[in-house]
């Protein structure tokens, strides 16, 4: 599976972004998808997961820090997984990866084992 990610750039604080991420290679529908992120200087972080639907409504979890904030979704039919990322904050800025993952729901950056290039997210205060 091939990721990339897009959608990143510049916002003032309390301004909205949508980050996407496109899949090839593979259908993404049996994937568990997450976003990450990295600031300067810290390790990659659990942003965001959402479940594969199998005829089910999708489960997402968050970070403490985004919850109400952020949401992901995703359209199988299109192969793609969004951020919606409301009311930005300064320490929001980093790079954010997409990642898949084969296991069951899974908020571990190590359980993915897919990712993407990243996009960067700069908010500006």
């Known amino acids: 599976v091939q990721l990339q990610a897009s959608g990143g750039g510049l916002v003032q604080a309390g301004g909205s972004l949508r980050l996407s991420c496109a899949a090839s290679g593979r259908t993404l529908s049996s994937y568990v998808m997450g976003w990450f992120r990295q600031a300067p200087g810290k390790e990659r972080e659990f942003v965001a997961a959402?479940?594969?639907?199998?005829?089910?409504?999708?489960?997402?979890d968050y970070a403490d820090s985004v919850k109400g904030r952020f949401t992901i979704s995703r359209d199988d039919t299109k192969n793609t997984v969004y951020l919606q990322m409301n009311s930005l904050k300064p320490e929001d800025t980093a790079v954010y990866f997409c990642a898949a993952s084969a296991s069951m729901f899974t908020t571990e950056l190590g359980e993915y084992i897919y990712w993407g290039q990243g996009t960067l997210v700069t908010v500006s205060s």
């Open positions: 959402i479940n594969w639907s199998r005829g089910r409504a999708y489960y997402a």
